[in-house]
């Protein structure tokens, strides 16, 4: 039977139209972006992959934010991989008709076939060989690669951020008609330095697109799942539209929700968002979280869960009742940018604010006690 973990939503026309969209402008990539946990992933791996490979395209995805320290090595790798899937069937058929017959006496002398001309190995350095892979995949696969970064921010915070890019774009840039990508990215702020730093090699390169939340019909899906668990109980769209907002618009949050509403046959949505907050499982989850940073960390959390000024006089007196902190403002603003690496801060133009709003309302719950 069909459960609410099932409920899974396809946007194959979406895809479409970003397929069309990278086909009108060679050379140019996509940038994808949409906060953390809203289905940029999801989308990467059961729309957009399929819908590329249906027109013929190798996709090969790589995700950047996994191997932070190192992210050209985790793209140059993901290549490798495809190369390697692609020669795997050819060169073990090749070496089981190769070995038998390697000499082969005519008249007593020996004729030595030997080894078939081995490929120029790769280059050592990183971004040559992404060059010569993007290359070699492109001839093996007799088509399109697409390639798909995900959370390409991440390579403005390494070390060799800038050149990498540089190289990223030359490459894509030089293979235009063997090649096309498309960026995902979950930091407004991030993506934006990465695009825009003045005489950085990625300025006005790539497309910045807002990637759709997914729309009511996710919503619909749910709704019709819970009457079908429930035949006497309808959940309302407006109400549950008004919840997905809410939460940000995480589908897999949104579904854990609905589905605790169903264990309770709840139909009021704001009435189940409460009761799921308020939960000893989704409290345990907060504190764990919250407890990965510390206290000073998580005082900066509430001043900014509050709306209050980080770095005022009067926030610096009230961090002050830490035990054992001296709060200066460099403290406050390190303290930040750590929050922001670790994912509970984003920054947009409307200023610095928390990720997840219900981590967020949980805060100042716990404020006002
Ligand atoms: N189209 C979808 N339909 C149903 N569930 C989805 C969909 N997209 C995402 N999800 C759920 O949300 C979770 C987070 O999505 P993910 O793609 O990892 O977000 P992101 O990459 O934006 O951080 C997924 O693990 C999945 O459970
Ligand atoms: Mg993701």
Same mark, same amino acid.
């Given at each position: 039977?069909?459960?609410?973990?099932?409920?899974?939503?396809?946007?194959?026309?979406?895809?479409?139209?970003?397929?069309?969209?990278? #086909?009108?402008?060679?050379?140019?990539?996509? !940038?994808?972006?949409?906060?953390?946990?809203?289905?940029?992933?999801?989308?990467?791996?059961?729309?957009?992959?399929?819908?590329?490979?249906?027109?013929?395209?190798?996709?090969?995805?790589?995700?950047?934010? /996994?191997?932070?320290?190192?992210?050209?090595?985790?793209?140059?790798?993901?290549?490798?991989?495809?190369?390697?899937?692609?020669?795997? +069937?050819?060169?073990?058929?090749?070496?089981?008709?190769?070995?038998?017959?390697?000499?082969?006496?005519?008249?007593? @002398?020996?004729?030595?076939?030997?080894?078939?001309?081995?490929?120029?190995?790769?280059?050592?350095?990183?971004?040559?060989?992404?060059?010569?892979?993007?290359?070699?995949?492109?001839?093996?696969?007799?088509?399109?690669? /697409?390639?798909?970064?995900?959370?390409?921010?991440?390579?403005?915070?390494?070390?060799?951020?800038?050149?990498?890019?540089?190289? /990223?774009?030359?490459?894509?840039?030089?293979?235009?008609?063997?090649?096309?990508?498309?960026?995902?990215?979950?930091?407004?702020?991030?993506?934006?330095?990465?695009?825009?730093? @003045?005489?950085?090699?990625?300025?006005?390169?790539?497309?910045?697109?807002?990637? +759709?939340?997914?729309?009511?019909?996710?919503?619909?899906?749910? #709704?019709?799942?819970?009457?079908?668990?429930?035949?006497?109980?309808?959940? !309302?769209?407006?109400?549950?539209?008004?919840?997905?907002?809410?939460?940000?618009?995480?589908? #897999?949050?949104?579904?854990?929700?609905?589905?605790?509403?169903? #264990?309770?046959?709840?139909?009021?949505?704001?009435?189940?968002?409460?009761?799921?907050?308020?939960?000893?499982?989704?409290?345990?989850?907060?504190?764990?979280?919250?407890?990965?940073?510390?206290?000073?960390?998580?005082?900066?959390?509430?001043?900014?869960?509050?709306?209050?000024?980080?770095?005022?006089?009067?926030?610096?007196?009230?961090?002050?009742?830490?035990?054992?902190?001296?709060?200066?403002?460099?403290?406050?603003?390190?303290?930040?940018?750590?929050?922001?690496?670790?994912?509970?801060?984003?920054?947009?133009?409307?200023?610095?604010? /928390?990720?997840?709003?219900?981590?967020?309302?949980?805060?100042?719950?716990?404020?006002?006690?």
């Amino acid at each position: 039977m069909k459960t609410f973990d099932d409920i899974e939503l396809r946007r194959p026309v979406l895809a479409q139209a970003y397929l069309a969209l990278l #086909a009108a402008q060679p050379g140019r990539p996509l !940038a994808l972006f949409a906060p953390r946990r809203v289905g940029k992933t999801f989308f990467l791996d059961h729309d957009l992959a399929p819908g590329a490979r249906q027109a013929g395209m190798l996709p090969v995805y790589a995700d950047l934010w /996994l191997h932070k320290s190192a992210p050209i090595e985790a793209l140059n790798h993901a290549l490798e991989e495809a190369l390697d899937d692609l020669q795997v +069937p050819a060169s073990r058929a090749g070496k089981l008709a190769r070995t038998p017959v390697k000499k082969i006496g005519v008249l007593g @002398a020996s004729v030595d076939l030997g080894d078939e001309p081995q490929r120029r190995a790769l280059p050592e350095s990183p971004a040559l060989r992404l060059d010569a892979l993007v290359t070699r995949l492109a001839a093996r696969h007799k088509g399109q690669i /697409l390639l798909m970064l995900d959370e390409v921010q991440t390579l403005g915070e390494a070390a060799d951020g800038v050149p990498l890019v540089a190289s /990223l774009r030359a490459v894509l840039h030089k293979r235009r008609g063997e090649v096309r990508a498309v960026f995902t990215g979950s930091s407004q702020e991030g993506l934006a330095r990465l695009m825009n730093t @003045a005489g950085a090699p990625m300025y006005q390169f790539a497309q910045i697109i807002d990637f +759709p939340f997914l729309d009511d019909e996710f919503l619909r899906l749910l #709704a019709d799942h819970f009457s079908k668990v429930h035949p006497e109980k309808a959940l !309302a769209l407006d109400d549950l539209h008004q919840g997905f907002s809410k939460i940000g618009f995480k589908p #897999a949050l949104m579904r854990d929700v609905v589905k605790a509403m169903s #264990a309770e046959g709840v139909t009021d949505v704001s009435q189940g968002l409460r009761n799921y907050m308020t939960s000893d499982h989704q409290v345990a989850v907060w504190q764990a979280l919250l407890s990965s940073v510390d206290t000073f960390d998580q005082g900066v959390l509430q001043v900014i869960a509050r709306g209050e000024p980080p770095m005022s006089q009067a926030t610096l007196q009230a961090l002050g009742a830490i035990p054992g902190s001296k709060p200066t403002i460099s403290k406050v603003r390190s303290s930040i940018e750590k929050l922001k690496r670790g994912g509970f801060l984003s920054k947009t133009i409307a200023g610095t604010h /928390l990720d997840d709003p219900l981590l967020a309302e949980f805060l100042l719950q716990r404020t006002t006690g």
